[in-house]
């Protein structure tokens, strides 16, 4: 996994980053955002919210998610993220080979307009022949049989647009295709300290 080898590398630097959980990340998707974000009755992440559940809804439209699954899934299901900085509140994800895919390059073209990914797309576009094999025999809930590269590419655009519509920075992404999660660290290092380390 590239996030050890990339966490051990921030470590050095002094960016401490571990694993977490959201209440608002877990099995129900963007059902479970809603749910979330209402239960905190906070006007500041109404609109970012909503701006979010659309996109988010239509993402898992597209990557033909089944609607019924979400209602019936668990809200204590957290999905955890591996690399969280504390003192800023920011999600960092190292993304290797598996999450450059024709799918993941679908939800992205449904990403709002203000987000630049460029980038992760063009990866995508470079990568999806390969990658859109890797775990294609894997089922996944809401996804069906073959569905985990679809379900991963929906907890991306969970996690993206999730963060900044409850508050937290954006998500920071790093590609780390080759699985080299030290050298990904290198590529980004002088970057990552000027906006983690304040």
């Known amino acids: 996994m590239p996030n050890d080898a990339f966490a051990r590398a921030a470590a050095e630097d002094g960016i401490v980053l571990g694993p977490q959980t959201f209440d608002w990340l877990c099995e129900q998707g963007h059902l479970g955002l809603e749910r979330v974000a209402k239960a905190r009755r906070d006007p500041a992440i109404v609109e970012p919210v909503k ?4 996109n988010l809804s239509a993402i ?3 990557l033909k998610g089944d609607f019924s699954v979400l209602p019936a899934a668990r809200e204590n299901l957290l999905l955890p993220v591996d690399l969280f900085h504390a ?6 994800a190292v993304d290797g080979a598996e999450h450059f895919t024709s799918f993941r390059l679908a939800a992205l073209e449904l990403y709002p307009p203000e987000l630049d990914v460029a980038a992760q797309r063009a990866l995508c576009r470079e990568w999806a022949a390969r990658s859109d094999r890797l775990e294609r ?4 809930k809401g996804f069906g049989f073959g569905g985990r ?3 991963r590419a929906y907890h991306d655009a969970l996690l993206d647009l999730g963060a900044p519509a409850m508050g937290y920075p954006p998500v920071i992404r790093i590609a780390a295709a080759d699985g080299d999660g ?3 660290y290198a590529r980004h290092r002088a970057a990552l300290i000027s906006y983690l380390i304040r």
Do not use: K, N, Q, Y
């Open 137 to 140: 025999g894997l089922a996944a």
């Open 182 to 184: 030290a050298a990904a």
């Open 87 to 92: 003192p800023t509140g920011t999600v960092v």
């Open 149 to 151: 590269p679809r379900e």
């Open 51 to 54: 701006s979010a559940l659309e």
């Open 60 to 62: 898992f439209a597209r």
